[in-house]
């Protein structure tokens, strides 16, 4: 992934996240939930595993990251002049991923 890309990211997530409806609904769905101080975190460490500059939102990424209890998520984020939109975040499915759940399994 572009250097540039994740720079962008870090740079929108110092300035403000900015929660959209979906994510707020997704991250409710687990239990324990996905925290927003959780999420936070996984941007800070994570590192991007897919980069989608043509996204009709604007261009985005998908951010794999490790919250409490080192268990990992995945946030779907695209970096804005003032903020981070934080699209959606979930705890990664294994039927989906591959081991270290950077790729998609076909």
């Known amino acids: 992934m572009a250097k540039n890309t994740m720079d962008l990211v870090r740079?929108?997530?110092e300035k403000r996240l900015l929660f959209?409806?979906?994510?707020?609904?997704?991250?409710?769905?687990?239990?324990?939930m996905i925290t927003t101080e959780e999420?936070?975190?996984?941007?800070r460490?994570?590192?991007?595993v897919e980069d989608y500059p043509e996204d009709v939102r604007g261009h985005s990424c998908?951010?794999?990251?490790?919250g409490q209890e080192d268990r990992p998520v995945h946030i779907v984020c695209s970096p804005k002049t003032?903020?981070?939109?934080?699209?959606?975040?979930?705890?990664p499915d294994t039927y989906r991923w591959d081991q270290g759940l950077k790729r998609r399994l076909k």
């Open 62 to 66: 998908l951010m794999m990251g490790v």
């Open 20 to 32: 959209l409806p979906h994510a707020m609904r997704q991250m409710s769905r687990f239990d324990p």
């Open 82 to 91: 003032d903020y981070l939109a934080i699209i959606t975040a979930y705890l």
């Open 11 to 13: 740079a929108a997530a």
């Open 39 to 43: 999420v936070a975190i996984a941007i």
């Open 45 to 48: 460490s994570g590192e991007i």
